[in-house]
């Protein structure tokens, strides 16, 4: 069965910029449409992009168009999310996230990597 | 992007009690949403998919319906480990969009 295992929590300036990890089992990272979700403390969930594979190309929510860049290595199975010019908002839980037994729904994810930023 | 109108935002209520929670999109999406409940330091766990199909391992007092703009979760008869916070998201198209969440507390 398919696991994303994602890397430990990370404290960050501002201005500076987090990469998170997260590494596939059960499945190889090219059979899956890897997305990232994130959580402010105490707030909702919000997806920040992800893989479409109709266009066969990652879509970024517009909001962080720009700041943010999604990338995989296959040769590790390992999906990574980059996020840049921090800032104190950017706090939260980020999740990877992806479908496996349905199409589109979301019904594999990590554990989360919590990210503060905080001068 | 499509607004996902999430209703109520939190209610209280008491082991056995049938619960309600409803979401609207701000355009129709067919039947491409799911609903999530998520418990306090763990990730999202995926419940219905397809606005009614229940997810492998998901107890039946679960159900969803639904279809356009308009979707409701129900929990048939609420038992102590339902006590969280819900989410819907729309699968239609990008940006995906959540619901503002409804935490279902104990009465």
């Known amino acids: 069965q398919v696991q994303l295992a994602q890397s430990g929590a990370e404290v960050k300036k501002p201005g500076a910029s987090v990469k998170v990890s997260c590494k596939v089992s059960?499945?190889?990272?090219?059979?899956?449409?890897m997305h990232w979700v994130r959580q402010a403390p105490g707030k909702g969930l919000e997806w920040m992009g992800g893989?479409?594979?109709?266009?066969?190309?990652?879509i970024y929510a517009q909001k962080f168009q720009g700041r943010v860049t999604m990338t995989e290595d296959t040769s590790t199975d390992t999906a990574y999310m980059e996020l840049s010019s921090l800032r104190s908002d950017d706090t939260a839980v980020y999740y990877c996230?992806?479908?496996?037994?349905?199409?589109?729904?979301?019904?594999?994810w990590g554990q989360g990597t919590m990210v503060t930023v905080s001068s | 992007a499509i607004q996902m109108t999430q209703s109520p935002s939190s209610l209280s209520a008491s082991v056995g009690d049938r619960v309600t929670i409803t979401c609207r999109a701000s355009?129709?999406?067919?039947?491409?949403l799911g609903w999530y409940q998520q418990k306090p330091g763990k990730a999202p766990k995926l419940l219905i998919y397809?606005?009614?199909g229940l997810q492998s391992g998901v107890p039946s007092r679960f159900s969803g319906s639904g279809s356009g703009t308009d979707f409701t979760l129900t929990i048939s008869s609420l038992q102590p480990e339902d006590f969280a916070t819900y989410f819907c998201?729309?699968?239609?198209?990008?940006?995906?969009?959540f619901g503002q969440g409804t935490r279902v507390e104990i009465k």
């Open positions: 996230t992806t479908p496996v037994t349905r199409t589109v729904a979301f019904d594999i």
């Open positions: 059960g499945y190889t990272l090219t059979e899956l449409s």
């Open positions: 893989f479409d594979p109709e266009e066969g190309e990652i």
């Open positions: 355009q129709g999406i067919r039947n491409e």
């Open positions: 397809g606005a009614s």
């Open positions: 998201l729309q699968d239609y198209n990008y940006p995906r969009t």
